[in-house]
Structures are given as C-alpha cells and as structure tokens.
C-alpha cells in the first residue's frame, strides 16, 4: 500500500520553495509514495506547478482548494490569502487519510485536533533562517520530525528539550536549489550602473523599520545621484491594516523600483542582484548572505540588542539608532565591509549547513529514512 505524504501550503507562495524541492525529490526517489501538494491559492498553485517543471519526471498532483467565499471574505480582510484557520477548519477532512504532513508552519497541527487523528505523522521543514523567536514554539512537542536548515536553530530546539537521536535531520536550504532558475536582470530595472540597495523591511508592526524611517529611506534615495534602490518588504507588510506612506510620488522615479510581492521578490532575485542590504529583522538577511557583502540594519525601536540572541544578525554589518546616520553608514559600509567578512561567513554557515548534495534531495531521503523506521512495511 502506497504511503499518502502531503504538502499542505495555507500561507503565502513564498512557503513553496522552502519544501516543495523535498516533494518533488521524494516522488523520483521512491516510487511507492503518494505526494500530494495542496493550496489554498491560485498563486501558490501556479508557483508549485512552476517549480515541478524542474522536475522531470516527478509524480506529485498539485491541487487548488476552492475558496469562493473566502475570496469574498479576503478583500474586506485586506488579505492577501484566505485566512489560513478558517481554510484549515473548512477542508480539515482532506488531510484525515494522510500518513504524513509535512509544512513549513506548525499551524497545520490543527488538523491533528479537528480530524482526532493520532495516526498522520507531522514533518516540519524550517522556513527561513533568521533569529527570531516565533519559529519556536510549544506546540513543536507535537512534531514528530524535524528538517533543521542548520547548527543554530539545532542548538534552540536541543536546548529546550524537543530534540532526540532520530527525530531531525539536517536539509539546508531548498530554496537554493531552485529560487533563480527564471529572474529579471539587473538591466530591466535600472539603466546605469550605480550600486544597488535593498530595502527589505520586516512585517511586523512592532519590529518592522518600516511605519518608523521608510518615507525618510524612500526620500533619501529619490534624491540620490550615487544609488539605486529596491524597495522590497516582506509580503505580508502589503495588506496590514496599519496605515502606510503613500508609494504613488516614487513611481516614476527612475533609480527606485518597488515590489510588494512578485516572484522576483521572494525568489533572491533582489537578494542576489543588491550591493548593499538594509533591513530588520527579516531572515532574508541570510539569504542574501550566500555571497557576503555590506549590509545596514536599522534601529528605530532602540533596541537593547548587542547580548539579545534575536538579533545576531546585527552583529553583521553597522547598526543605526538615528535616521539622520543612514548617509554615512550606507557610505562606510562599502569601505568598512572587510571587517565584517568573517562573521557574515560564520553566521552563514552556522544558519544553513549546506552539502554537494542539493538540499531538496537531502530532505527528501531524511523524510525516506523516517518512514522507514516509522512505517514497517514501507
């Protein structure tokens, strides 16, 4: 009897390229599985179809969960996705033949609750990297395996007891295998040559930089002869009911290019393209980082962060407490990058363990491996 695996996807298309690269491997390594990818949008069913055409050969079924009355209900929400509870409770019944799910988001334990289902294994694959603490978490005692991008998040979940000899594996990072094989140039945004920085706030109202410095940020750079800017926060800063500084003066500003959520702004188009970061708290930091080079963090909350683990990416480049610094750290941060090579290195490689191995085929035979020693007739 064939095992039924599914990837369940309530949340936003960015989730797909944390773990489906682990579906799409398992389904040509083992052909005795079932793996089912489910979503509750359209963009992240276009996304994982995408992503399956690198592929070749694999086995999954991509499936679109109707949402008609939750579109009704998503633009009075200002959501951009159909609220992730309410589609979990609604179709709770098309996980409960399931023997393993496995999500980037432990939220999809609820359907453990609603079905009363003991039975169906949960895998959580890590997405992202960074240092915040909402990844962890008490209901991760329900996990009964873990996929660790690397040594540091290992360390938190060791240290809090959820961790034994075999219930995680290291997997890296599978966005790496595949985010870049479609991207935009550099040319198509910006024809000169200047260098270009990334402003890649975080969501949150109460971390983001964001409601605080992004008109003086946007201003700083509409003015500039020396820059190019991308502004590209985190998805979900689009939709939040907090209001935002109005974009419509910056659109035909030449040296600005905005994205609040294309592809090109969560498959490291931008990451990989910028000369210089500035942000957060977002983890994209640690993608950008798979090549080191001068980032700028911003303290508008004046955070007490030199000793708080939260924050050790801001030990990666200089951090400003005042708006009025932004000018001349954006300009020593190019001549004082070497002083931070190093620790960019070493944080890089304690966030992600990276093999010669692509990380999807390395989640997929550590999920081959579980189910060996938890089903006994696979």
């Given at each position: 009897?064939?095992?039924?695996?599914c990837f369940?996807?309530?949340?936003?298309?960015y989730?797909?390229?944390?773990?489906?690269?682990?579906?799409?491997?398992?389904?040509?390594?083992?052909?005795?599985?079932?793996?089912?990818?489910?979503?509750t949008?359209?963009?992240?069913?276009?996304?994982l179809?995408?992503?399956?055409?690198?592929?070749?050969?694999?086995?999954?079924?991509?499936?679109?969960?109707?949402?008609?009355f939750?579109?009704?209900?998503?633009?009075?929400?200002y959501?951009?996705?159909?609220?992730?509870?309410?589609?979990?409770?609604r179709y709770?019944?098309?996980?409960?033949q399931?023997?393993?799910?496995?999500d980037?988001?432990?939220?999809?334990?609820?359907?453990?609750?609603?079905?009363?289902n003991?039975?169906?294994?949960?895998?959580?694959?890590?997405?992202?990297?960074?240092?915040r603490?909402?990844?962890?978490?008490k209901?991760?005692?329900?996990?009964?395996?873990?996929?660790?991008?690397?040594?540091?998040?290992?360390?938190?979940?060791?240290?809090?007891?959820?961790?034994?000899?075999?219930?995680w594996?290291?997997?890296?990072?599978?966005?790496?295998?595949?985010?870049?094989?479609?991207t935009?140039?550099?040319?198509?945004?910006?024809?000169?040559?200047?260098?270009?920085v990334l402003?890649?706030?975080?969501?949150?109202?109460?971390?983001?930089s964001?409601?605080?410095?992004?008109?003086?940020?946007?201003?700083?750079?509409?003015?500039?002869?020396?820059?190019?800017?991308?502004?590209?926060?985190?998805?979900?800063?689009?939709?939040?009911?907090?209001?935002?500084?109005?974009?419509?003066?910056?659109?035909?500003?030449p040296n600005?290019?905005?994205?609040?959520g294309?592809?090109?702004?969560?498959?490291?188009?931008?990451?990989?393209?910028?000369?210089?970061?500035?942000?957060d708290?977002?983890s994209?930091?640690?993608?950008?980082?798979?090549?080191?080079?001068?980032?700028?963090?911003?303290?508008?909350?004046?955070?007490?962060?030199?000793?708080?683990?939260?924050?050790l990416?801001?030990?990666?480049?200089?951090?400003?407490?005042?708006?009025?610094?932004?000018?001349?750290?954006?300009?020593?941060?190019?001549?004082?990058?070497?002083?931070?090579?190093s620790?960019?290195?070493?944080?890089?490689?304690?966030?992600?363990?990276?093999?010669?191995?692509?990380?999807g085929?390395?989640?997929?035979?550590?999920?081959?491996n579980?189910?060996?020693?938890?089903?006994?007739?696979?």
């Open positions: 009897m064939k095992l039924k695996i369940p996807y309530f949340f936003h298309a989730h797909a390229y944390h773990s489906a690269p682990i579906g799409f491997e398992l389904s040509r390594l083992d052909p005795d599985l079932e793996i089912k990818f489910i979503t949008t359209k963009n992240t069913y276009d996304l179809n995408k992503i399956g055409s690198y592929y070749k050969n694999h086995r999954c079924s991509v499936h679109l969960l109707p949402s008609k939750y579109d009704y209900y998503q633009r009075f929400s959501s951009q996705i159909p609220s992730p509870k309410r589609m979990i409770k709770a019944k098309q996980f409960k399931m023997d393993v799910i496995i980037t988001n432990f939220l999809s334990l609820r359907l453990k609750q609603l079905n009363h003991n039975v169906t294994k949960y895998i959580l694959a890590y997405h992202g990297a960074g240092d603490n909402r990844e962890f978490s209901h991760l005692k329900r996990i009964d395996f873990f996929l660790l991008c690397g040594p540091k998040r290992f360390r938190k979940l060791n240290d809090m007891g959820y961790l034994d000899r075999e219930n594996a290291y997997f890296g990072y599978p966005k790496f295998d595949i985010a870049q094989k479609e935009i140039t550099r040319s198509e945004l910006f024809n000169n040559q200047k260098p270009i402003y890649n706030p975080h969501f949150e109202p109460h971390l983001t964001w409601f605080d410095w992004g008109g003086n940020i946007l201003d700083y750079f509409a003015l500039s002869e020396q820059y190019n800017l991308i502004f590209a926060p985190h998805v979900e800063l689009k939709g939040r009911s907090n209001p935002r500084l109005s974009l419509n003066k910056y659109a035909k500003t600005i290019h905005i994205d609040f294309s592809h090109s702004s969560i498959d490291m188009t931008y990451t990989k393209m910028a000369d210089l970061y500035i942000g708290v977002s994209q930091i640690v993608e950008y980082l798979v090549h080191p080079r001068p980032c700028v963090f911003l303290n508008n909350n004046k955070i007490s962060w030199k000793e708080n683990s939260h924050y990416h801001w030990k990666l480049g200089p951090v400003i407490d005042q708006i009025s610094q932004l000018d001349n750290t954006i300009k020593d941060s190019f001549r004082s990058h070497k002083q931070f090579y620790t960019q290195i070493e944080y890089f490689n304690d966030s992600i363990q990276l093999t010669d191995t692509p990380s085929i390395r989640g997929a035979q550590s999920v081959i579980f189910l060996k020693r938890t089903f006994h007739d696979h």
